[in-house]
T-cell receptor
Framework: DVKVTQSSRYLVKRTGEKVFLECVQD?????MFWYRQDPGLGLRLIYF???????EKGDIPEGYSVSREKKERFSLILESASTNQTSMYLC?????????FGPGTRLTVT | RKEVEQDPGPFNVPEGATVAFNCTYS??????FFWYRQDCRKEPKLLMS???SGNEDGRFTAQLNRASQYISLLIRDSKLSDSATYLC?????????????FGQGTTLQVKP
């Protein structure tokens, strides 16, 4: 069964900490995405990658960076977590058409 | 203006009703279109792709109007299990470098 996995379902971090969210897909997809989802705002694209070591900013990249060293893995990094980054983070991958999502990581920054 | 816009609802309908959702997109170069379903506290899952000629999957019908830049989803004979949030998705890329942009989602509540 093909899938996208995320390293944690729930995460609690303190303000100022560096946070790593990991995403792995086993479908050999070229494209990978990081979104955050907040009530009333829907899914907003943070970053996406269409190839290894390639990345493009989405709509809300401020405060985030990404890393894609291998095709199957796409990491989202919060350099210095802030309370306004408390959210549900969803990773997805696609071969160019529809995307498949991971289960999400609910991050709370206190 | 948002790239993909949907009426957030909620749409409250009785079982057996027919309900339709619309979605508009701003990028005329968009290549492909989808409807996703998201249940509470779950990740979005692909419901169906949307083709130019319109397509049907059981009780669900999706249509695309490129000239007016909108997409629709029609659900016939609504079931309680159809209660969810329906997300309109537009792929704004070309070839294999597609960027998936989501609408805010439309919430459907089907009542007995």
């Amino acid at each position: 069964d093909v899938k996208v996995t995320q390293s944690s379902r729930y995460l609690v971090k303190r303000t100022g900490e560096k946070v790593f969210l990991e995403c792995v897909q086993d479908m050999d997809h070229e494209n990978m995405f990081w979104y955050r989802q907040d009530p009333g705002l829907g899914l907003r694209l943070i970053y996406f990658s269409y190839d290894v070591k390639m990345k493009e900013k989405g709509d809300i990249p401020e405060g985030y960076s990404v890393s894609r060293e291998k095709k199957e893995r796409f990491s989202l990094i919060l350099e210095s977590a802030s309370t306004n980054q408390t959210s549900m983070y969803l990773c997805a991958s696609s071969s160019g058409l529809a995307g498949v999502f991971g289960p999400g990581t609910r991050l709370t920054v206190t | 203006r948002k790239e993909v816009e949907q009426d957030p609802g909620p749409f409250n309908v009785p079982e057996g009703a027919t309900v339709a959702f619309n979605c508009t997109y701003s990028n005329s170069a968009s290549q492909s279109f989808f409807w996703y379903r998201q249940d509470c506290r779950k990740e979005p899952k692909l419901l169906m792709s949307v083709y130019s000629s319109g397509n049907e999957d059981g009780r669900f019908t999706a249509q695309l109007n490129r000239a007016s830049q909108y997409i629709s989803l029609l659900i016939r004979d609504s079931k309680l299990s159809d209660s969810a949030t329906y997300l309109c998705v537009v792929n704004t890329g070309s070839g294999n470098t597609g960027k998936l942009i989501f609408g805010q989602g439309t919430t459907l509540q089907v009542k007995p």
